[in-house]
């Protein structure tokens, strides 16, 4: 197969604005002839869902909660980049591209990111013009403040409740397109496959998660929004319900899966503090910019932080990289807070944390300022540890956060099938083998608001294509694949719950293919999938029927999507002979432990073919190419 | 710790409900409140008895889609605080917990503690946004916003659409909810234009949705996990009033 990917040359800088006069337009008085639907109500589904409706077009819109306004990008907290340069600080379009292609560890394609930086300020605009209460300075302007793996201020925030706040933009933005009757809205309706008639995405198959009822829904163009496959790993900062169900399916239809391997761990984490852990709760990052992160330099210290003199404490990202310091990128502090609990040097009371200490910043600014800065993650930590941040410091500690990887796509966000296209963390382009802070929800709506409703419109444009209903055997065929999943499920009769299930396998992606990966403990872990996956199916128990809400039976499904993907995460992980950005495999390293990337034999995009489970998939290469950002170790020194 | 559980538990919204106890034992009082509920369903599931369903999303307090009552108060006993975030330690070993579902006939129940909340939805499809199209807006500092104004926006702004403030309200009134969207989108400039009918669609809605009226008991505030303030419902009144006065609505009574 020969990955297109559509990215136009010449001048970056006005590659975008001369490919879409190379697209072709919808009429505004045909458009709603169109049908387009979406699956997924975050950022990059409910943006897309509301833009493409004010467009004119009739939408379709599916999610798996009670509401559109639920979807996990609400849970982002720290902010939005965007290169406004308000600030007079040296930003640029150009830097924040820089930046990104760097903190992406030379993964991404220059062309996607350079669009990317392109319309962030759009997306700054279309917010505040929908009433995104950011946070702003005593002039009524807006404020902004620094996040990692930059040194200029360029996000914009609201106060720690950024994704919640940017979404509920979006969603009311969505709403008003529900109530003009452009959107016909499915809440509680999960998707459970995608249906490819004539090599062409045509529609989806789904259940209604209150009724049970197995139903397809067509349109010329399907959008898939539905998130990352960070959940893979059981204990992850996602929300308990969201899955990689939507994307794995598609994948199993023939859409290529890329760099599957390429999975965000955030340094900022509350530490897990049982087996009964259902989920792990991020501290935003935006607390590196006053908290200082430090560990005993004594191993196995079991003094409180506060009996500790300040000469016996290692500031070790402040010593390690004097220019960047506590705000070195996502990969690089996980890494480090990773080697000195390997070290013997954890705090707590399982010696897997690390301190986030503002003693200092309390003592330089006040009380009150740190508490108008971050007092909603101080309560919430709080909440969860029964222990006071303003007076004890944070212990935290890295954990799944977000996956760069996700479906390939080209530079219209058309994946490897046509008239699928897919949008945000489920697709795999823009942040490359790391995502820096700030910088998801820029995507996810640079997505859904500028990119998608330009580019889909050449698709529809394009095709004539047939009318097709519920009728047509490939729907039937669908339909029946997803009637006998779910008899599978429910007719398992073995002894085991879900949750143990999945928790088995999180583990084990967490030991052999979480932050420090090789190529024996990969190959372990693919020993083990497949029997675990038999495990799954062999003594598997859901208890309840499918006719009503069963919340069992829906997590079941999920999971077993996960049991294949992960087989395919570790796929990729051993395939990949290098380090870079989130994918650190402890045989490539530099002398000074940092990634080592190699360049001349991995500068590709893995882009892997379903071939049956269990079957080796097939994997294509998409060479990357740097015409403007030149590949060089990356350095936060 | 050892939690002694009674918890509403009906097959589907025509089923009658029915207080089933159960008792959980090793109670750690580092979980969370919902964590001890997956626990009960783990025990459940290897007793072959059928799990508990409630929502859940997030679990850290901002989706919105948990909840439910405990010993008659919305989220549980502390205050500011989702059903999510609420952990053990609140409690003490052999405490007696009451779980019911949202109660109000705006909330239909789905199955045990899950209600359908789909009325909050329709309450900000028919006037909770600024109407502003993709790519319509103007540069995002040529409308500078007093930063006063935005704090309290965004004080309101903070809710979550949990529906905690209508299952407390004796009149199932869902004022602070409708204020809380009123108040977020009306104290800034660029919700200026639609203040009016914003504030008479989304009313109007309420009525049509059987949500009741408010009588200022102030329970909502009470329990909201994020503790936006009964203020909201009195700015709503005077959007409302202003609306009627300048006389583009056809509404005529109180709003709340």
């Known amino acids: 197969m020969l990955l297109d990917s559509k990215c136009p040359t010449g001048p970056i800088e006005t590659r975008w604005d001369r490919h879409r006069f190379n697209l072709k337009l919808v009429n505004p008085a045909n458009k709603r002839k169109h049908t387009i639907i979406v699956v997924g109500t975050g950022l990059a589904g409910g943006s897309a869902a509301a833009s493409l409706a004010e467009l004119g077009y009739n939408v379709k819109c599916f999610c798996y909660q009670d509401s559109p306004r639920r979807a996990h990008s609400i849970a982002a907290q720290g902010g939005i980049n965007a290169a406004k340069n308000y600030h007079n600080d040296g930003d640029s379009i150009y830097r924040l591209f820089y930046d990104t292609v760097k903190g992406g560890d030379f993964r991404a394609r220059e062309s996607n990111v350079y669009r990317l930086a392109q319309v962030s300020v759009n997306i700054i605009d279309q917010c505040v013009g929908q009433g995104v209460p950011f946070a702003r300075e005593y002039s009524g302007y807006l404020d902004n403040r620094s996040f990692g793996g930059a040194q200029v201020s360029r996000t914009f925030y609201a106060r720690g409740q950024t994704g919640q706040q940017l979404l509920l933009g979006a969603y009311q933005a969505l709403e008003r397109q529900i109530g003009l009757g452009t959107v016909e809205m499915h809440p509680r309706t999960e998707m459970l496959d995608v249906i490819v008639i004539d090599g062409k995405a045509r529609g989806i198959v789904t259940r209604d998660l209150l009724t049970g009822k197995v139903e397809s829904f067509f349109g010329d163009a399907v959008v898939l929004g539905t998130g990352g496959y960070g959940n893979a790993y059981y204990l992850s900062t996602n929300a308990k319900n969201c899955n990689a169900t939507a994307i794995w399916r598609a994948h199993k239809r023939g859409a290529l899966f890329a760099n599957p391997c390429f999975t965000q761990i955030h340094p900022t984490c509350i530490p897990v503090s049982g087996d009964y852990q259902s989920k792990l709760t991020l501290m935003s990052e935006s607390l590196r910019n006053d908290g200082r992160v430090w560990v005993p330099l004594k191993k196995g210290d079991a003094r409180a932080a506060s009996q500790i003199p300040e000469n016996e404490r290692d500031y070790f990202l402040e010593r390690k990289y004097p220019s960047f310091g506590n705000l070195v990128p996502r990969d690089v502090a996980s890494r480090n807070a990773k080697q000195v609990c390997d070290e013997g040097r954890g705090v707590g009371e399982t010696k897997l944390a690390v301190y986030l200490d503002f003693r200092d910043a309390i003592n330089r600014l006040g009380k009150n300022v740190i508490k108008e800065r971050y007092g909603n993650l101080f309560d919430m930590y709080q909440r969860i540890t029964g222990e006071d941040p303003y007076e004890l410091p944070m212990r935290i500690f890295p954990a799944i956060h977000y996956t760069m990887g996700g479906l390939w796509v080209d530079y219209n966000l058309m994946s490897t099938i046509p008239g699928l296209y897919v949008t945000g963390e489920a697709n795999f382009s823009d942040h490359g083998a790391n995502r820096l802070g700030a910088s998801a929800l820029m995507q996810g709506l640079a997505d859904g608001y500028f990119v998608l409703p330009n580019t889909i419109n050449d698709y529809v444009a394009s095709n004539k294509l047939d009318k097709v209903d519920a009728s047509h055997p490939v729907a039937r065929e669908a339909e029946a694949q997803v009637n006998g999943v779910t008899k599978r499920l429910l007719e398992a009769k073995g002894s085991r719950s879900v949750d143990s299930h999945h928790k088995e396998l999180g583990k084990l992606m967490w030991e052999y293919c979480g932050m420090g990966r090789t190529a024996e403990g990969l190959k372990y872990a693919l020993s083990q999938i497949p029997a675990m996956r038999e495990r799954f199916w062999g003594d598997l128990r859901v208890l309840g029927n499918g006719e009503e809400l069963n919340q069992s039976l829906e997590r079941a499904g999920r999971v077993a999507d996960f049991f294949e993907l992960a087989e395919l995460i570790c796929i990729d992980a051993l395939n990949r002979n290098e380090s870079c950005g989130g994918h650190f495999r402890e045989e490539y390293q530099t002398p000074e432990g940092e990634a080592a990337r190699d360049d001349e034999n991995y500068s590709y995009v893995a882009a892997w073919e379903f071939k049956g489970v269990g079957a080796a998939p097939a994997l294509h290469k998409e060479p990357l190419t740097f015409e403007y950002v030149h590949p060089a170790q990356r350095s936060y020194k | ?256």
């Open chain 2, 1 to 256: 710790m050892r939690i002694v559980l009674h918890i509403s538990r009906q097959r589907n919204g025509g089923a009658k409900p029915k207080l089933v106890r159960y008792e959980v034992p090793n109670v750690n009082h580092e979980m969370s409140f919902l964590e001890m509920l997956d626990v009960l369903n783990e025990d459940l599931i290897a007793k072959g008895e059928e799990p508990v369903a409630f929502d859940h999303d997030c679990r850290e307090g901002i989706c919105g889609m948990c909840g439910c009552m405990v010993n008659g108060l919305a989220h549980g006993p502390r205050p500011g605080t989702t059903l999510c975030q609420l952990h053990m330690r609140t409690f003490k070993d052999g405490d007696q917990l009451y779980l019911e579902p949202w109660r109000s006939a705006a909330f239909p129940v789905v199955k045990d503690l899950v209600v359908d909340r789909s009325a909050l939805d329709r309450l900000i499809a028919a006037g909770g946004f600024i109407s502003v199209a993709t790519g319509e807006a103007p540069d995002g500092n040529a409308i500078p916003v007093p930063k006063e104004a935005a704090e309290r926006s965004m004080d309101a702004a903070a809710c979550i659409g949990c529906g905690a403030c209508v299952a407390q309200c004796p009149n199932a009134s869902a004022s602070l909810f409708m204020g809380a969207k009123l108040a977020h989108l009306g104290l800034l400039p660029q919700g200026a234009p639609e203040r009016d009918a914003r504030v008479e669609a989304m009313v109007a809605q309420a009525r049509a949705e059987g949500f009741g009226s408010c009588t200022n008991i102030g329970e909502c505030e009470a329990v909201c996990p994020k503790e936006i303030k009964l203020d909201v419902i009195a700015l709503m009144n005077r959007d409302f009033l202003h609306a009627q006065i300048l006389g583009r609505g056809a509404v005529s009574e109180n709003a709340g």
